[in-house]
């Protein structure tokens, strides 16, 4: 059996950065008043950016692979959890008289 835990980021198709809004919106504007002045200022942003969908990975988790990283995650809190209580008991331990 085999699970497919990850997938390509349909947003930016797996790439892992996307074209900045912004620019577009610049370019449209620029286009549009072509051979007039002012020019409209260039956005202070780059021209792409990280993909918020996958956060720059280019991957974005599927169904089966949200479920192992919700288990994992539970499986860590509690070995975290048996971690601390190991370490109160060995605490109190080592300061019995």
Known sequence: MSLLLEIKCPKCQGVG???NSLWAE?????D???GTEPQPPEPQEPEEIPCIE????????????HTVAALFWR???????TREVRERF???ARHMP
Do not use: Q, S
């Open 17 to 19: 950065m996307v074209y």
């Open 54 to 65: 996958c956060e720059g990975t280019g991957k974005v988790l599927t169904e089966d692979g």
């Open 26 to 30: 610049w370019y449209r504007r620029r």
């Open 90 to 92: 060995l605490h109190k």
């Open 75 to 81: 499986l860590k809190e509690e070995a975290d959890r």
């Open 32 to 34: 549009a008043l072509l």
